[in-house]
Nanobody, 114 residues
Framework: VQLQASGGGVVQSGGSLRLACAASGSIFSINDMGWYRQAPGKQRELVASITGGGSTLYADSVKGRFTISRDNAANTVYLQMNSLKPEDTAVYYC?????????WGQGTLVTVSS
């Protein structure tokens, strides 16, 4: 089982994108969920997480611009990204928190042009 992220694309600086990640109910219902990203030449990092109860945490670099949410009925987690910057360019992935290696999918590429 892998978690597949979708919704990436090319956007100009200052633009917005909404990413989505659907999971099976057995994974989604019992775990905190997170959005991670890996920029070229950099390590993968956690950018936002959400508990089953809806509590959220954000990396300082995205705080105030990104919003993570989850639809428990649809077993889906979202990442609304506003005011995008070129440094947000990366492949974005979802996984549980803490990660489970076998759940990594291919991710979705977000490219922000200046």
């Amino acid at each position: 089982v892998q978690l597949q992220a979708s919704g990436g694309g090319v956007v100009q600086s200052g633009g917005s994108l909404r990413l989505a990640c659907a999971a099976s109910g057995s994974i989604f219902s019992i775990n905190d969920m997170g959005w991670y990203r890996q920029a070229p030449g950099k390590q993968r990092e956690l950018v936002a997480s959400i508990t089953g109860g809806g509590s959220t945490l954000y990396a300082d670099s995205v705080k105030g611009r990104f919003t993570i949410s989850r639809d428990n009925a649809a077993n889906t987690v979202y990442l609304q990204m506003n005011s995008l910057k070129p440094e947000d360019t990366a492949v974005y992935y979802c996984n549980i928190v803490p990660i489970r290696q076998q759940l990594w999918g291919q991710g979705t590429l977000v490219t922000v042009s200046s």
